[in-house]
């Protein structure tokens, strides 16, 4: 029992960022496709713009949450970017 507590503990991290990477990836790129309508622009250009920004978001979601020194700050950030973009994706509603 005591080598399972510690090959859970010792894999938590990597799962939370593979977790933060896919879900937390995902929900950044699509606050901020949402969030590209707010700007002052026609909507199919918005739409264009939001659909191919995404890709780039979230290619760097998944790069960041892997590249910072610990689970707890790739979290940290991406609730950080989404906090920032949510008020912008709520606006356009």
Not at 5 to 33: D, H, K
Request: without cysteine.
């Amino acid at each position: 029992m005591n080598a399972l507590i510690r090959q859970v503990w010792a894999t938590g991290p990597l799962i939370s960022r593979i977790m933060a990477a896919v879900f937390g990836g995902y929900a950044l790129a699509a606050l901020a496709s949402v969030a590209v309508l707010a700007l002052p622009m026609s909507k199919p250009q918005a739409v264009l713009t939001g659909m191919l920004a995404s890709f780039a978001i979230y290619a760097a979601a998944v790069i960041w949450v892997f590249a910072a020194r610990s689970a707890w700050k790739s979290w940290a950030g991406l609730i950080v970017a989404a906090a920032v973009l949510t008020p912008l994706a709520w606006s356009v509603g």
